[in-house]
């Protein structure tokens, strides 16, 4: 199959069944190469005690990632090339809104987040408590931990977090997470292109959200090369750190 010809996705099943009835949960699991992890993820998340809408966001693969989505029961959106990961979610979060989901939540098609912590995540939205939910590996430790070299950075993200926005949270680089329909509006205009998770937060904390963390147990990848090498890190580690000190003097939303 060529990487321009979408798998029978089941997108045009998705926009009948939202335009009969709105679409409670979307959960939005974008992928890129990821064939020999992203069928598992789509089980997993499918015996979920939470019935959910499962939407594959297939960033340009060129492994049958999209058609092996589709074949473990999700409705894929193949994008035509390689556009990142911060497009693939925000092209999820365009589809979810645009449909009238209540609910979006986000996990990596790489298998390293767990889909039994749904239920945590959508728990604090349901009961109006929070806006937007992260999954963090760091409240209970538990799990996968990560490289020490990326947890010294994560937590100097969560320090510049609490000192230029005055958020507490432990794993702000976190891609497992929901969020309210009001919080997926927001993030839907406007999603950063390269590693977005940490300019949400300040973006979500500056308008006034409500962010909260719970626990949850991450995975060592199953098969497959993270796409994040020691220089793309550096990189991140720098555009962010200079996101967070414009936040100061970012106007508010």
């Known amino acids: 199959m060529n990487r321009s010809d979408p ?3 089941g997108l045009e099943a998705l926009r009948k069944t939202s335009a009969q009835t709105p679409i409670d949960v979307l959960v939005v699991v974008p992928a890129y190469n990821e064939v020999g992890n992203v069928g598992r993820v789509v089980e997993e998340t499918r015996r979920c005690s939470e019935p959910v809408t499962i939407l594959v966001i297939d960033d340009g693969s060129v492994d049958g990632t999209g058609a092996a989505a589709a074949k473990a029961g999700a409705s894929v959106l193949q994008l035509p090339f390689n556009c990142g990961i911060g497009a693939s979610v925000q092209a999820g979060l365009r589809c979810g809104v645009e449909r009238g989901c209540h609910i979006i939540a986000r996990i990596d098609g790489d298998g390293q987040h767990d889909p039994a912590v749904l239920p945590k995540l959508l728990a604090p939205l349901r009961d109006g408590s929070a806006d937007f939910v992260i999954g963090s590996r760091y409240l209970t430790n ?10 010294m950075g994560i937590r100097w993200f969560a320090t510049l977090l609490r000192l230029t926005c005055g958020i507490r949270v432990s794993d702000p680089t976190s891609g497992c997470w929901a969020a309210n329909e009001r919080a997926a509006v927001l993030l839907a205009e406007e999603y950063s292109s390269d590693y977005p998770e940490v300019d949400a937060l300040v973006r979500l ?3 006034g959200f409500e962010i909260r963390e719970v626990p949850t147990r991450m995975r060592e990848r199953p098969s497959g090369n993270s796409s994040i090498g020691r220089l793309d890190g550096l990189y991140y580690m720098a555009k962010v750190t200079i996101a967070l ?8 939303v």
């Open 7 to 9: 798998p029978d996705s």
């Open 142 to 151: 538990e799990g996968f931990q990560s490289t020490s070299a990326r947890r």
């Open 205 to 207: 904390a500056r308008s």
């Open 245 to 252: 000190l414009v936040a100061r003097i970012r106007p508010k």
